[in-house]
Each structure stands twice: as C-alpha cells, then as structure tokens.
C-alpha cells in the first residue's frame, strides 16, 4: 500500500514497547515514517523488533536522534511531518528518589515537542498520555472510568510517574490552548499495556506485572486491579485518532474494559498455560476485598470505530511471546 507515502509522520520514542508497534503499523499503512530515538545506538534494536513484527522493507522508516532533556535536533525531527505521534515519556518499574527525574522530562519534553510540531505547521499531533492521568484520585468504587475523569497531581501519595503523565498532559492542553496556533491535539489515555513483546524489547508494565508474577517475585496480590490494553490496538487507536476528523481536541481512554488482579492474572497462566506457571508463587491467592477497576472504552469504539481484543487474549500472547 503505497497512498500515504507523501505523508510523513514523527514517532517519538521509536526505541519502546508502544513506538516500535505504532511504527509497524503506519509502515503497514504506506507512511513514510521518522523516529525519534535518544542514541542511535537502540537504531539495530528498532530494526531487530520491526522485524519480529513482520516489517523487513525500511526504506520509509528515517532514525533522529533527541532526547526530550535537550533541544537538539527537535526541529528537524518535526520537519515535513504532516501528523506527529508522541509516545515517548521515561516510564520506570521503580520511581526515581527525585520525583523530577521523570516529572521534568515528561512535561517538558512534551512542550518542546508541542512547540517544535507547531513552528513546523505540523496538522495534529498525539500525545501518549495514561490512564495515570485520569483515575488516581477518584475512589474506584462504584465508579465508571471515563475521559472526563482526570487525576488531580496534588493528591497525596501519588507516585512520580503517575504525575508525571497527569502534569504532562495538562501542560500540553495549556500550551495547545494559550499558544498552539492551530495545531491540533488529541490524547490517547491507555490503562496497563501488554501483548506480544518483540525481540525482547517490552516496556515496565510487562517486567513488573507479567515477569513477577511468572518468576515468582510477586508472592501476593494488592488490593487494586488493573486494566489491560493490547499494544497492537494500542498503536491501532494512536494511528486512527492521527486522521480522524472528530478526535481533534479530545482524550480517549484505551482500554480492553476488563480489570485483573494479579491472582486472576496468575490463575489465567496456571489454567491456560500450566506449562509457564511452574515458578508463580502458592502465596499468589485472591484476597477479599478486591478493588476492581470499571472504565468505559465506549468513546474510542463509537467515535474512531476502535475494537480491542479482550484482556484475555492479550496477557496469553504477552506470555508466549516473553517465553518464546
Ligand atoms: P517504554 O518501552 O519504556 O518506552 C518509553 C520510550 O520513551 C522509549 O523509547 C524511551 O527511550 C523513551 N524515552 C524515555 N525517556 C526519554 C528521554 N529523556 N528522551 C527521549 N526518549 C525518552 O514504554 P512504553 O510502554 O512503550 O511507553 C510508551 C508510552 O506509553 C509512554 O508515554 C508511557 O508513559 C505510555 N503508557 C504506557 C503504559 C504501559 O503500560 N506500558 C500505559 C499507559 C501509558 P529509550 O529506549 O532510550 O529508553
């Protein structure tokens, strides 16, 4: 498919888990693509995982080298490009000691990606916002998750990365509205992403939730649940929110709809794949008083005609894909 070869789109974060997928999947549709990456060195990686993932011709495909810490070489990674999909944010298992390791990084880096694709006229720009940044100061109980919900970042105890992405995603509504100048922004806010892991390379969500619990470091289940996303319909809902002429301007929740407890978690490897589960702890048993999460994906499936697979099928070929 060749009819979107003139149109040029930046992936920022080519390097990660969600980018490398978002990056197959407008190679699939014809773009002409470039990316972002903080050292060319990840450059072999990116191919190495694209090519895990089906995609073997990259002649569309150009690396720039940035880091969202610095200016350099932002302007020219916005050039020519018509849409910009901006993934990259540091996404850590642990937090930093200084919560503004990561706070910094992702609220400014953001603005100087906002400010680059707006001198650039790039049309729209897509932020990888979080579920982070909509349901950590609402109690879950009786409540149904939704795009109007937001994470307020002065909650106490909130962790680094969760205001990171809350602090991000606002600063990047104020820029769009005080100064954006007509570029358009719309928001992708995914829950806990996981799917198939290509050539090794799989992001936090995967090695603290799906590798604990199947080498056993996770020996009980906390109170909350989470909600799962495929990385495949992750990047599939970046790339129609990019086109789609009623997403200018508005936040979508990403979310299969379905919330596990890591005892569900294990009990679905232990039932489907007994033959991975030899290392989940005994100790992992549900506990009374589970919190489990209720969202609404309905806003992505009618207004971009977005259709995630279940939450199910999604964990399984994560495992397969780590054990493989
Ligand atoms: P990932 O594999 O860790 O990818 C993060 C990407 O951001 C990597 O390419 C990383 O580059 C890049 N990055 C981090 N700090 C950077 C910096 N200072 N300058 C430039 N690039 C930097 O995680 P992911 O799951 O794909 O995450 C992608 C996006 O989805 C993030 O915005 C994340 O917050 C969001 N998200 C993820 C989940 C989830 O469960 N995975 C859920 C909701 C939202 P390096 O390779 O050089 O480190």
Not at 303 to 318: D, F, M, N, Q, Y
Request: net charge negative; charged share 20%; hydrophobic share 40%.
């Amino acid at each position: 498919m060749q009819t979107n070869i003139n149109t040029t789109v930046l992936v920022t974060g080519g390097s990660g888990y969600l980018g490398v997928q978002c990056i197959i999947g407008l190679l699939e549709q014809g773009y002409t693509v470039k990316t972002t990456v903080r050292s060319l060195s990840k450059k072999q990686n990116v191919i190495d995982s694209l090519a895990a993932g089906g995609i073997t011709d990259i002649s569309g495909l150009h690396f720039i080298e940035a880091d969202l810490t610095a200016d350099t070489n932002w302007e020219n990674a916005v050039q020519g490009c018509t849409y910009v999909l901006h993934v990259a944010s540091p996404f850590l298992a642990v937090d930093p000691e200084d919560e503004n390791e990561i706070i910094i990084p992702a609220r400014d880096g953001a603005l100087r990606v906002l400010k680059a694709s707006r001198d650039a006229g790039v049309k729209r720009l897509v932020l990888t916002s979080s579920f982070a940044a909509i349901g950590y100061s609402i109690d879950p109980k009786d409540h149904v998750y939704t795009e109007n919900d937001w994470t307020d970042p002065n909650t106490p105890g909130l962790r680094a990365y969760i205001k990171s992405k809350t602090i991000a995603e606002k600063a990047a509504w104020d820029f769009i509205s005080r100064e954006g100048e007509g570029l358009e922004l719309t928001v992708i806010n995914p829950v806990a992403i996981f799917g198939p892991v290509l050539a090794g390379n799989y992001s936090a969500s995967v090695e603290y939730v799906l590798k604990g619990i199947l080498n056993g470091t996770i020996r009980d289940t906390p109170p909350f649940t989470f909600s799962v996303v495929d990385v495949r319909d992750t990047a599939d809902i970046h790339l129609r929110a990019m086109t789609h002429p009623a997403a200018k301007g508005e936040r979508f929740l990403a979310s299969s709809g379905e919330s596990f407890s890591f005892y569900d978690a294990a009990q679905l490897i232990r039932n489907e794949r007994p033959e991975k589960a030899g290392s989940i702890a005994d100790s992992l048993q549900q506990i009374d008083g589970a919190l489990y999460l209720h969202l609404s994906n309905e806003k992505a499936r009618s207004v971009l005609g977005w259709h995630p697979r279940s939450a199910k099928e999604t964990l399984l070929a994560t495992v397969d894909s780590l054990s493989a």
